[in-house]
């Protein structure tokens, strides 16, 4: 089975560009979210908030996966 030997740098950089992007977005909204007060719809706000960020983490999670799917692996001998 052939590997990589070398990584695609401008790939590489995309998919951290977007990482670091969504990186900051968490920031903005746990930023956000710690303002917010106790009213009924500081609850709302706040679960949509978290809901979202639970999104941008999965993009981040498979992001992180297609980055690492850029590097060589090590052939494991049997």
């Keep these: 089975m052939a590997h990589r030997t070398k990584s695609n740098p401008s790939l590489v ?4 560009q977007h990482i670091d ?12 979210i710690d303002r917010l007060g106790k009213s009924l719809e500081d609850h709302r ?3 949509s908030l978290l809901c979202e960020m639970v999104t941008i983490i999965q993009q981040i999670s498979d992001l ?7 590097f060589p692996q090590p052939i494991q001998d049997i």
């Design 13 to 16: 950089d995309s998919y951290q």
């Design 21 to 32: 992007q969504n990186m900051g977005k968490l920031k903005l909204m746990a930023s956000r």
């Design 45 to 47: 706000i706040k679960t």
């Design 64 to 70: 992180q996966r297609k980055q690492a799917e850029l």
